[in-house]
């Protein structure tokens, strides 16, 4: 079964710090994707980064970068130069082939002044 | 990016009645779109596959005669909560994927729909 576990359920850190939000994933497939998506209070899911299990650079969006492992089945979100615009829960997902996403339960993440 | 619309993003229904919910991509296609529902302070639990032109496909546990989905054009899927109950209270998100043209495996999200039945 096809698993995406977050181990955080929620993490403080003060503003312009960096912080990583760890996921690890369960699958016996070979080619997937991996996504972080980000939840404001606004409640709409935002996409934040993807990554192809194909391509073993790690993706980076400006000021949010993963750690992809994928023997050890690891897809870290890190962010650099946090903002108070940044708190919200975050989500990692994974797809394959179906486009069905498959959920971790989420961080929630609060940047303080 | 691409921009998926929910509407009502806000209903209040009395116990007994239907609510529909609608899911528009805007500026794209999309033969397939998905429906979530989500608990105070939890994860996304997806609800069904809506596909263009056929049925859904609910998964386990879901009362597909309770939770209509017609997906009857490439732009619209509409969630129908029949013969609403106060336990029916959620958070109903949509999301799409793009027929063609966009990154593959990528979908968009709705604002979602916030349904409370009294």
């Known amino acids: 079964a096809q698993t995406v576990t977050q181990s955080q359920p929620e993490m403080s850190v003060q503003e312009a710090e960096t912080v990583t939000l760890s996921c690890t994933y369960d699958?016996?497939?070979?080619?997937?994707?991996l996504f972080w998506y980000k939840q404001p209070p606004s409640r709409q899911m935002i996409l934040v980064i993807r990554q192809e299990a194909y391509k073993q650079q790690n993706a980076t969006e400006n000021r949010f970068s993963v750690n992809f492992q994928k023997a050890a089945k690891s897809f870290s979100l890190k962010i650099s130069d946090s903002q108070l615009g940044d708190t919200a829960m975050y989500f990692c997902a994974f797809t394959y082939s179906n486009y069905q996403l498959i959920w971790g339960a989420g961080t929630k993440l609060i940047i303080k002044p | 990016g691409a921009v998926v619309s929910q509407h009502p993003s806000w209903v209040i229904c009395k116990s007994g009645t239907s609510v529909k919910i609608e899911c528009r991509s805007l500026d794209f296609q999309a033969t397939t779109m998905f429906w979530y529902r989500q608990f105070p302070k939890q994860s996304l639990m997806l609800m069904a596959t809506?596909?263009?032109?056929?049925?859904?496909?609910?998964e386990q546990g879901v009362e597909k005669d309770k939770f209509l989905i017609n997906h009857a054009s490439l732009t619209l899927s509409t969630l129908t909560v029949t013969s609403a109950h106060p336990e029916d209270s959620s958070f109903y998100i949509c999301?799409?994927?793009?027929?063609?043209?966009?990154?593959?495996?990528?979908?968009?999200f709705g604002e979602g729909s916030r349904l409370t039945v009294l």
């Open positions: 999301s799409a994927r793009p027929t063609s043209g966009r990154a593959s495996g990528e979908l968009f």
């Open positions: 699958t016996s497939e070979n080619n997937y994707y």
């Open positions: 809506s596909n263009e032109g056929s049925k859904a496909t609910y």
